[in-house]
């Protein structure tokens, strides 16, 4: 079936440095993606979006960039902080995110921040 | 913090019981969205209510149902509870189009 898919399931990166999450998606209908950070205990926090009609959108020390010949989409933070440890996920929708069949969620992937 | 409040925080049921989970969307949000989030996973769609209506679905059994009331705030229910349904429950709140605020998340603990 059409999934949402991380690369690696961990990852670990010196504070300061920058990191790069990667994402894999599979249904070409979709037109809006989104990142999530998620601590534990709590629910998904929105980071940042992007709509298929860009490739690159620019946050507070995030970037998504997104590559829809090859159904790939990045998240880059910049600058990583004791604070950013957690686990992100990608998630995709149709219909610019007003799709009714819901965000599709990728397994995520935990962020480790070394001191 | 999002404005999207969930209740309980945590609940513990018996296999076969029905539960019944809260979420108030914030305000101006007319589209709920349920999640399901096993343990170590991603969420996984419930169903969605707009306007006090189902109008969409993702791979849950009917024993998984929902209400939206008039001021947009939302019902999860679950009946014949089974091991498996042991998960997060996140509610999203949405405008229609575009971002979805979640919750904090009702932990569920079925034994």
């Known amino acids: 079936g059409e999934s949402v898919g991380l690369h690696l399931p961990t990852l670990s990166v010196q504070e300061g440095d920058n990191s790069i999450i990667n994402c894999a998606y599979s249904?070409?209908?979709?037109?809006?993606f989104i990142w999530y950070k998620q601590e534990s205990g709590k629910g998904p926090q929105f980071i940042i979006d992007i709509r298929s009609n860009m490739d690159k959108r620019q946050g507070q020390r995030v970037t998504v960039l997104l590559n829809k010949t090859v159904k790939h989409l990045s998240l880059q933070i910049a600058a990583t902080q004791p604070g950013d440890s957690a686990v992100y996920f990608c998630a995709e929708n149709k219909d610019s995110g007003g799709g009714a069949d819901g965000l599709t969620f990728g397994k995520g992937t935990h962020l480790i921040i070394q001191p | 913090e999002t404005g999207v409040t969930q209740s309980p925080t945590h609940l513990i049921k018996t296999r076969g019981q029905q539960v019944t989970l809260r979420c108030s969307s914030q305000s101006g949000h007319n589209t709920v969205s349920w999640y399901q989030q096993a343990l170590g996973q991603g969420p996984q769609f419930i169903f969605q209510?707009?306007?006090?209506?189902?109008?969409g679905r993702g791979n849950f059994p009917p024993r998984f149902s929902g209400l939206q009331f008039p001021n947009y705030s939302s019902e999860l229910n679950v009946n014949a509870l089974e091991l498996d349904d042991s998960a997060l429950y996140l509610c999203?709140?949405?405008?229609?189009?575009?971002?979805?605020?979640f919750g904090p998340g009702t932990r569920l603990t079925v034994l």
């Open positions: 209510y707009y306007r006090e209506e189902e109008n």
């Open positions: 999203a709140s949405s405008p229609g189009e575009g971002e979805q605020f």
């Open positions: 249904n070409s209908a979709s037109d809006y």
